[in-house]
């Protein structure tokens, strides 16, 4: 193994063997039918090449949140429907992830095949991390694959138990995603900058805290940054900000001081009375905020110092939209810093990866989602890794691998 600290598809023989694969299917879905097969895209590589090793692929994945009931509208029937023709393929579907029907499916496979089980949260043991619940599973696979990084923050039967009951590897689109976070923020090439933003300091309060010991150069954007300009006497006006959390900002600044990480914020921006689409909007210098203002993007001049700074480091690690990008013209800023990322990361000249939330919506707004070194289609998880968190679904893969020696 586990030249990577876990065992990968490359460490085990699956031929001829059962292979769980716990994927994330929790696909977009309108009517019954799946909108966007993304994230199923994202570990076809992993069914194929486990599937042409001739192993018998048994995927596990969860839809929603049926709460431990069949809820026929999140039967996950209609994806494996989608997942047979991102495939090209037939995709068997069980009407049970457990028990005597899942069992008769997975009997009849033949090397090579996949099949598709139900909905594990129709199990209440599924969010329990329930033993019981997952030796069930485990009886249906020879090999553990968690190929799910996005679920891997929860310490659930099907991304935790499961590697304590068989041999244990991450597939490719987990393999991609720990290489990618460990290249831009674990080891990362120096100097390193995260660009952080949207709309609140008190939902990244974790995340700044870790960032600042790990980066040499902290862009702080978005609504967020109102907080910390506050903090620094500069008045804000009507704009989204925190006056409680004036005391926290103040101590963040003085412990990026310490740690040496280099702190930017805004020098200009874009003010507007309005909060909608098309609002007459004009720049300010941060100091002349109107009191019945609202900052809604950074300035021309902010965008351009943070493009430059990019330019001197290495690596760039990237969490939320720098203004209101949902509302133009307030995407200027965000599109801008973006697409020079994207350019230099084409270019050779920078590692760039970016994720979370809102995130990944604002650089498919500014056209760049394919240019970037890598973008993290994970939610929850991509953020607790940005808050330093040891995430269960992957402790558990490394584990495995160490018990086992691969
Ligand atoms: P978050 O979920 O915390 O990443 O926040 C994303 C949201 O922040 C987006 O919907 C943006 O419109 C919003 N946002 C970014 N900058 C500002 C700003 N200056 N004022 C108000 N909202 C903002």
Redesign the pocket.
Known sequence: MAKKGFATIDDLDVAGKRVLVRADLNVPMRDGKVTDKTRIERTADTLRELSKKGAKVVLIAHFERPKGKRVPELSLAPVAKAVAEVLGRPVPFANDCIGAEAEAVVAKMKNGDVVVLENLRYHNGEEENDQTFAKNLAKLGDIYINDAFSVSHRAHASTEALANLLPSAAGRSMEAELTALDKALANPVRPVAAVV????VS??LDLLGNLIKRVNVLVI??????TFLLARGVQVGK??AEPTLVDTARKIDAEAKKAGCEIVLPED?VVAKE?KAGAASQVVATGNVPADG????LGPKTAQSIIAKLGTCKTVVW?????????PP?DAA?NAVAKAVAKMCKDGKLLGVAG????VA?LAHAGVVDQFTYVSTAGGAFLEWLEGKDLPGVAALIRSSKAAKH
Do not use: Q
């Open positions: 933003g949207g709309a609140k939902t990244k954007g978005g609504g967020m940054a109102n704009s989204l921006v909060f609202m900052i809604l993007d969490n939320g939209p720098l203004g209101a990008f949902e509302i307030f965000t979370g939330g809102d995130t604002a």
